[in-house]
């Protein structure tokens, strides 16, 4: 039995970006959803995309006209126990709602991600002691903070020597070739760092750096621009990636995250070897000069 819509709508407070967001985010996930997949009848033709938003007020318990304001970024403000229903009515993990609470400006149970900050001679001293496995520090938007020989060396990359503006994982998957060439994409990797940007991008909103990156991304790469648009959030995974070095070969590296405490947007990215000949490429790997 669904749930009595409110009587009384929130109170209504200042518009937004954030609440421009929301509303984009909302859209987004609504139209990417299937009506029938979830069991609800149609009748007559389907003009829309996805579910209505009449289905999804419905699903979520809450007044079709308070939720349509959502969507349109105006000026209210939901509770928590609304945002919670939506993103139960739209089906949303645990990373997206947690991106809907932050952008409906709800404080979350977590302390918040910190501003970026630099790496210390503690990190390098980790990073040096991961030889000859490649490792870096990474801020949650993908800047190269540091790295080690190995990181560089499989890259094919000095970090010192890069520009600023270069210095940032998510940049050099998008425009720098040398760097593609390496790095072997498995299908929709570029919409999943994108998606982990806007995660990072939510919560350090206040953060001009990450600001001016989104902008030159957006400016400058259709790519990010297509996958910026479907709205999707994500938190980092460990996972298998496949590298293609120019001289080692071909080499198959489990990415592996870590944080420091307290916790924040900084994490080390380490590469383990898959397999025997994987670690065996590592050693020939450490013996090749320094980019």
Request: proline share 7%.
């Amino acid at each position: 039995m669904l749930a009595a819509t409110p009587t009384h709508a929130p109170p209504a407070v200042a518009a937004s970006v954030p609440a421009q967001e929301l509303g984009h985010f909302l859209r987004a996930r609504r139209e990417s959803l299937s009506a029938a997949a979830m069991g609800l009848a149609r009748h007559g033709r389907v003009r829309t995309p996805g579910l209505r938003r009449e289905e999804v007020a419905q699903l979520a318990g809450i007044g079709v006209t308070w939720y349509t304001k959502l969507e349109q970024g105006r000026e209210v403000q939901p509770s928590r126990q609304a945002v919670e229903a939506i993103a139960r009515a739209l089906q949303c993990n645990d990373d997206e709602l947690r991106h809907l609470l932050v952008l409906a400006g709800i404080k979350l149970d977590q302390p918040a991600v910190a501003m970026q900050e630099a790496p210390g001679c503690l990190h390098r001293q980790l990073l040096d002691k991961m030889l000859p496995y490649p490792a870096q520090m990474q801020s949650a938007a993908f800047d190269l903070l540091d790295a080690n020989a190995a990181y560089e060396r499989l890259m094919g990359v000095s970090l010192q020597r890069l520009p600023a503006l270069e210095r940032n994982c998510l940049h050099m998957n998008l425009f720098n070739p040398q760097w593609q060439r390496v790095v072997r994409h498995e299908p929709q990797s570029i919409e999943r760092m994108v998606a982990m940007f806007r995660a990072a991008y939510t919560q350090q909103s206040g953060d001009p750096a990450i600001a001016r990156r989104l902008d030159y991304f957006l400016a400058h790469s259709p790519v990010f621009r297509n996958a910026w648009e479907r709205y999707q959030v994500r938190s980092p995974e460990n996972n298998e990636k496949t590298f293609d070095h120019p001289v080692v070969g071909i080499l198959h590296l489990r990415q592996t995250y870590w944080w420091s405490a307290p916790r924040s947007g900084m994490r080390m990215v380490v590469y383990l070897p898959v397999s025997d000949q994987d670690a065996e490429a590592l050693d020939r790997l450490a013996a090749l000069p320094a980019p």
